[in-house]
């Protein structure tokens, strides 16, 4: 075989469209496999997104029950530091609010 003949082979076989063709479904089986690449991709994407999601949810609800357990525990700490005696080498300890609390009751029974 001289190299015209295999020219020819080659020439019209391409012509012919076999060649064309192969071509062709080759390039349709790429793009083919790039879009299910990318389908593929976005389902990780979507599945951490929603995984963060209900991770960051969790997060503020943990925060949110720790601002109220905070809160509750500055009420009482400030409640106790209202009954606190200011005299402390005494055994007459009373607190120093006591007036206070009194006149309080007095007002919210009426």
């Not at 349709?28 to 599945?47: F, G, I, Y």
């Not at 503020?60 to 109220?68: F, G, I, S, Y």
């Not at 409640?79 to 402390?88: A, G, H, S």
Request: glycine share 4%; net charge neutral; hydrophobic share 30%.
């Amino acid at each position: 075989m001289d190299v015209t003949t295999l020219l020819t082979t080659l020439l019209t076989t391409l012509a012919s469209g076999g060649g064309v063709a192969g071509f062709m479904q080759y390039k349709q089986n790429k793009k083919a496999k790039e879009l299910e690449n990318d389908k593929t991709a976005s389902e990780q994407w979507r599945a951490l997104y929603e995984e963060q999601t209900k991770t960051a949810q969790s997060l503020r609800e943990k925060l949110h029950e720790a601002r109220e357990n905070l809160a509750k525990e500055k009420q009482q700490t400030l409640m106790c530091r209202f009954y606190v005696c200011e005299k402390l080498n005494c055994t007459d300890r009373e607190p120093p609010h006591t007036e206070i609390m009194k006149e309080f009751k007095q007002y919210t029974e009426k």
